[in-house]
């Protein structure tokens, strides 16, 4: 996600064209040279978006893009498995524009971004957005409180990230440390569950899991996530990437069915497999860059189903 404590930001998928061409009902069409994107459009070689290999891995809650290409499909063929379980049949084609073609997007920022315009951000189409608040036990975003509050003034739901340090302390104790600094929730149909941010390490390359072994790690999750619900009464989502997630926790499958899913996969035209048993994901960090500040991600859904999201149902 956004970077704060370092200059450094390597950024994977280039090309982001066609980047959120993803219909919800299982349609995506690239055009020959033009591919629709849901911020706009993007220019297209014959209609294919490649995705560059490489990760984009930045300080304090940067996604790290997965390597590989990726085409849209086309037609019934798409693959239904990304959708949600409450996502149904369209059966009604007039409905398409509502429920299918334009998904609610939205950015996730942390203090890199410092003052976020939000007025700004609406008209340009955010209907949500997720703030860093804290990482490991020692760090509070100094703009949390500003951003946060500003998004819900101009009628965004949002929620709150933390992103994790393994290496530092326990699951339970960063856990309780997020929830004391904003990342409580609230069934009030504004406030989206706490997140989770867990990827590679931004401190050191060779350490890339944290020093932790996969059980180990999958334990830590599971001490965060214990907490969080031990809290909030919500399970937080998790925010990774498939290769990270294949690497350090052996593909765990411990959490796709208790777990929203939040992936970043950057520069390609779908979100691409999933990691983990999960079969759908609920946000798609799709790029670093777009018309909203900060990173750009959709939800798989309605804005109806946005709102029943954040209530908990």
Same mark, same amino acid.
């Given at each position: ?6 200059p ?12 959120? /061409?993803l !219909?919800?009902? @299982?349609?995506a069409t690239?055009? #020959? &040279?033009t $591919?629709? =994107?849901?911020t *706009? +459009? %993007?220019t297209?070689?014959?209609?294919? /978006?490649? !995705?560059?290999? @490489?990760t984009?891995?930045?300080? #304090? &809650?940067? $996604?790290t =893009?997965?390597? *590989? +290409? %990726?085409?849209?499909?086309?037609g019934? /063929?798409?693959?239904?498995s990304v959708?949600?379980p409450w996502?149904?049949a ?5 409905d398409l524009p %509502?429920?299918?073609?334009?998904p ?5 920022v ?9 007025p700004?951000a609406r008209?340009?189409? %955010? ?16 703009y ?5 509050t500003?998004a ?7 929620g ?13 104790r960063q856990a309780?440390y997020?929830?004391r600094?904003?990342g409580?929730?609230?069934?009030d149909?504004?406030t989206?569950?706490p ?5 590679d390490n931004?401190y050191s ?5 944290y ?9 830590w999750?599971?001490s965060?996530?214990d ?18 997630w ?22 390609t035209s ?11 994901w609920?946000f ?5 860059d777009?018309?909203?500040?900060g990173?750009?991600n ?16």
């Amino acid at each position: 996600m956004a970077r704060e404590r370092t200059p450094a930001r390597r950024r994977a998928g280039a090309l982001a064209a066609a980047t959120a /061409a993803l !219909a919800l009902t @299982g349609t995506a069409t690239l055009q #020959t &040279g033009t $591919a629709t =994107a849901l911020t *706009g +459009t %993007a220019t297209t070689l014959t209609g294919t /978006a490649t !995705a560059q290999s @490489g990760t984009a891995a930045t300080v #304090t &809650g940067t $996604a790290t =893009a997965s390597t *590989g +290409t %990726a085409t849209a499909p086309t037609g019934a /063929a798409a693959d239904r498995s990304v959708l949600p379980p409450w996502a149904g049949a369209v059966t009604d084609r007039s409905d398409l524009p %509502a429920r299918a073609a334009r998904p609610p997007r939205g950015p996730d920022v942390s203090s890199y971004q410092k003052h976020v315009d939000w007025p700004a951000a609406r008209t340009e189409g %955010a209907r949500f957005v997720y703030v860093k608040a804290t990482e490991s036990t020692d760090y509070r975003n100094p703009y949390f409180h500003r951003q946060y509050t500003g998004a819900r003034t101009v009628g965004l739901i949002r929620g709150a990230y933390h992103f994790a340090l393994p290496d530092r302390s326990s699951g339970a104790r960063q856990a309780a440390y997020f929830v004391r600094h904003g990342g409580d929730w609230r069934a009030d149909g504004w406030t989206l569950p706490p997140a989770l941010d867990i990827e590679d390490n931004p401190y050191s390359r060779e350490l890339t899991c944290y020093g932790l072994g996969q059980g180990r790690m999958v334990r830590w999750i599971r001490s965060f996530s214990d907490e969080i619900e031990r809290e909030t009464g919500r399970r937080p989502v998790i925010y990774t990437t498939t290769r990270w997630w294949r690497l350090c926790t052996g593909d765990s499958r411990a959490f796709s069915t208790t777990h929203a899913l939040w992936i970043a996969r950057h520069g390609t035209s779908r979100p691409g497999k999933l990691p983990g048993g999960w079969r759908c994901w609920t946000f798609w960090q799709y790029d670093t860059d777009g018309g909203l500040p900060g990173d750009q991600n959709l939800f798989n859904g309605s804005a109806s189903r946005l709102r029943d999201f954040a209530r908990g149902r």
